[in-house]
């Protein structure tokens, strides 16, 4: 595996992969688990060559956040890589994805205002910008994104429909299903944030989801429904419940009940210090 710091070595690098086949982009901030892996490993499945990206981006982090507490493992990072056999890490610094002078901001109205939009100003125009340049950066034939961010996933198909970006074409972004802890726990980088007692207690989130589920395909109203998962996850030591709502899955417009169309139960919910967000596919 190659590691390119600037972009001038990125781009020969990918140049040269790309004539012996298709490449694939896993865009990633780092401290690397078996969801990010498993990004990896599809996108083999999928393109000749894979790049990986790590890149903890200031821009998607509001000012009280945890820029500088968020886990950077490099050497570690490094290593499960190159065991997963990916041709080429991209690793700028601040200074080179932002350059003295950057000026410009990618803002996705819709998609990008609720949920974490709303929790989280400034978020998703940090990820538009951020992932805008990472595929005008590596131009790659495809691209993969974990349904964990099920809203971040929604916000670059958007951003790369209005945007015509060629690469990848939109149906080559790729969502990839939330790889999860034996106790049902998504799998997260800010899992590493959680004591052990709020650890285990973080499981009582899907599980409050699953019993929400099949309360709303039972035909329960989802105020009702959506009441008893805040207080499943009160009870289990959550402090705050930024969001629990039924959205319709692609719009991610709120919805009274499940309907004809996708719909989607998407939570965000606070413990100790972190931030832990989930959602799961309803009906
Ligand atoms: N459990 C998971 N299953 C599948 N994909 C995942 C999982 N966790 C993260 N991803 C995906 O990996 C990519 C990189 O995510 P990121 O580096 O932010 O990791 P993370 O674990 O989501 O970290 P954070 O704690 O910041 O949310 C994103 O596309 C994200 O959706
Ligand atoms: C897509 C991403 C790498 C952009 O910084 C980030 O939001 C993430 O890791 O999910
Ligand atoms: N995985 C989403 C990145 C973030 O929370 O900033």
Redesign the pocket.
């Known amino acids: 595996m190659q590691t390119v710091n600037t972009l001038g070595t990125l781009r020969e690098a990918v140049e040269i992969l790309r004539q012996s086949g298709p490449v694939a982009l896993v865009?990633?901030?780092?401290?690397l688990?078996e969801?990010?892996l498993?990004?990896v490993r599809e996108a083999q499945k999928r393109a000749a060559h894979v790049v990986v990206s790590i890149f903890v981006n200031p821009r998607q982090f509001g000012p009280n956040e945890d820029l500088d507490a968020y886990p950077r493992q490099m050497a570690q990072d490094t290593r499960l890589l190159e065991a997963e056999g990916t041709a080429l890490l991209w690793a700028p610094d601040v200074a080179e994805m932002y350059p003295e002078g950057f000026a410009t901001n990618v803002s996705v109205s819709g998609v990008s205002e609720g949920l974490c939009g709303a929790s989280r100003p400034g978020h998703f125009d940090g990820v538009a910008t951020v992932v805008g340049k990472l595929f005008n950066q590596v131009r790659p034939d495809l691209a993969l994104?974990?349904?964990?961010?099920w809203q971040?996933l929604a916000v670059i198909r958007r951003m790369a429909r209005d945007l015509d970006l060629t690469f990848p074409h939109v149906d080559a972004i790729i969502g990839?299903p939330?790889?999860?802890e034996a106790d049902g726990l998504?799998?997260?980088?800010?899992n590493q944030y959680l004591s052990p007692e709020d650890r285990q207690a973080a499981a009582a989130l899907p599980a409050a989801m699953h019993r929400a589920i099949a309360a709303l395909v039972g035909g329960e109203a989802a105020g009702t429904a959506l009441a008893a998962l805040q207080s499943d996850l009160r009870a289990a030591g959550f402090h705050t419940v930024d969001y629990a709502e039924l959205v319709d899955a692609a719009s991610l417009q709120p919805l009274a009940a499940p309907g004809t169309a996708p719909a989607r139960l998407v939570v965000a919910a606070r413990i100790g210090t972190t931030r832990l967000i989930d959602n799961m596919p309803v009906g």
Not at 27 to 31: F, Q, S
């Open positions: 865009p990633t901030m780092g401290a688990h969801g990010h498993t990004l994104f974990g349904e964990k961010d971040q990839v939330t790889v999860r998504a799998k997260s980088s800010r």
